[in-house]
């Protein structure tokens, strides 16, 4: 592995970071930062959410469930087009790193996704009485759930690594130009078939402090995401990479 | 450029109708499907006639990806494939001609007999028609976004399940936009709206499917 050095002017250079036997060492110093702050962010957001925010005047303490659904379903859309983007960088650039990235998130991305949707049957049965209804929110989730097991499945259903990457990018970015058809078109047709009399959207004003503990929480999964897919892509490398010299030397 | 795809679509319906039993199963398997359900749900004609625009969509796209096998298999089987890969012709060409002879051989069939379904489940003329009009315009999509699937899923282990687990949920605004014609005919609101748009989500398709099923191809056959 000869690589140049190129003449940066004063920066170092980021690209070389690029490569799966520097990023290793990289993603390994950043796991503990991450995983602290995603520690110390959820203990907050979590302490905010049950003891200082306020109970709820039309919901009573049910409504603090909140605090674990809407950041794991924002992240959970996300970490989807995250995973698209680093599938189409591997797919244009013919990097191996991104694909493995891509790779490390979706199991993420899946996990997300079924928190929002087991908390939000959760919460869905003390307000509207039911564990589930076909709401649109609710229904696209779901296939949301579908397209990243898919994606896995897919990946795990090829056994050269190559094609996997390939393949999966593929069906990623296939998925990332139907997701917002799907959405508009579930929309849709939960508003033709008015079945559902319940609706999602909640009470205009919100109180500072459940914002705050809502938007702690957010940032503290973020970090959880960031940490997760790091360790996963650090286990892909050494997977994928054993017969180099580098991983050799670390055993 | 017309040629190529002429050329393909002749070859493939030629090999289609060598293969009768191929074409005749898929549509026995759509018939079969629709015929089970009053079995399940009883037979009470009101009930009947709002679940079955839903079923017999239901049934069309399970019959598509039980067809999408046959789609690149048997090519890929004896190198025809890579014949095509190596062409000088437009890969996403070819393909488009392979996808619309699928289409002919499956999705046209699924939307003639749809009319017999409509005449079974006692829909009504209008909305029977508008029935068959959805199943024309948005079968072609399911050939379409079925091929991507089946390009990716070539040559793999548990192919045929793999690809219902890719291939379904992109199915969905199909699904949604083709029944929702239905019913929304046959509550009195007119169907237009829902056929434009799965007539434009059509069009989408053609354009840009084929791209990505010739990538999918080469990544497959490599």
Redesign the interface.
């Not at chain 2, 793999?156 to 192919?159: D, F, N, P, S």
């Given at each position: 592995m000869q690589t140049k050095a190129l003449p940066a002017a004063g920066a170092s250079n980021w690209w070389k970071y690029a490569a799966p036997n520097t990023f290793y060492p990289l993603a390994g110093r950043m796991i503990p930062w991450f995983a602290a702050a995603a520690a110390v962010l959820c203990a907050l957001g979590l302490y905010v959410g049950f003891f200082v925010a306020p109970t709820d005047a039309t919901q009573g303490e049910a409504y603090r469930i909140i605090f674990i659904h809407v950041p794991a379903a924002w992240m959970s859309m996300f970490i989807y087009l995250v995973m698209a983007f680093w599938a189409g960088v591997g797919l244009a650039f013919n990097t191996r790193l991104s694909a493995m990235m891509a790779l490390a998130l979706a199991p993420t991305g899946a996990i997300m996704t079924f928190i929002a949707l087991w908390t939000g049957a959760l919460w869905g049965r003390p307000t509207w009485g039911t564990y589930w209804v076909w709401d649109a929110r609710l229904t696209s989730e779901l296939i949301l759930l579908f397209l990243y097991l898919g994606f896995m499945a897919l990946q795990a259903a090829i056994e050269d690594p190559r094609r996997a990457d390939r393949a999966g990018a593929v069906l990623a970015l296939v998925g990332v130009v139907n997701i917002p058809i799907i959405y508009f078109s579930v929309q849709w047709w939960n508003t033709l078939h008015q079945g559902a009399s319940v609706s999602l959207t909640k009470a205009p004003t919100m109180a500072t402090t459940m914002l705050t503990g809502m938007l702690l929480m957010a940032l503290g999964f973020w970090m959880y995401s960031i940490a997760a897919s790091l360790a996963r892509v650090r286990s892909i490398i050494l997977e994928r990479e054993r017969r180099t010299e580098w991983v050799r030397s670390l055993a | 450029m017309i040629a190529t795809v002429a050329a393909v679509v002749r070859r493939d319906l030629l090999l289609a109708a060598r293969q009768r039993a191929d074409v005749a199963n898929t549509l026995l398997f759509f018939v079969v499907v629709v015929t089970l359900v009053p079995l399940g749900v009883g037979n009470e004609p009101n009930l009947l006639r709002s679940v079955a625009p839903g079923v017999v969509w239901v049934a069309a796209l399970l019959a598509a990806i039980l067809s999408l096998n046959r789609l690149f298999a048997a090519d890929f089987a004896d190198g025809t494939l890579e014949q095509m890969l190596l062409a000088a012709e437009p890969l996403p060409l070819i393909v488009l001609g392979k996808i619309a002879a699928h289409w002919l051989v499956t999705g046209v069939p699924v939307t003639v007999v749809s009319a017999v379904l409509g005449v079974m489940f006692d829909l009504g003329a209008g909305p029977t028609l508008v029935l068959m009009a959805s199943l024309a315009v948005g079968t072609p999509i399911l050939s379409l976004?079925g091929a991507?699937g089946a390009a990716?899923?070539l040559g793999?282990?548990?192919?045929g399940v793999?690809i219902s687990?890719?291939v379904?949920?992109?199915y969905?605004?199909v699904l949604?936009?083709g029944a929702?014609a239905v019913?929304?005919t046959a509550a009195g609101l007119g169907g237009a709206a829902h056929l434009l748009l799965l007539a434009g989500?059509a069009l989408f398709a053609v354009v840009?499917t084929p791209w990505?099923v010739a990538?999918?191809l080469r990544?497959?056959v490599?």
């Open positions: - | 976004l991507v990716l899923t793999l282990r548990g192919g793999l687990l890719l379904l949920p992109l969905v605004p949604i936009l929702g019913e929304a989500l840009l990505a990538a999918a990544i497959s490599e």
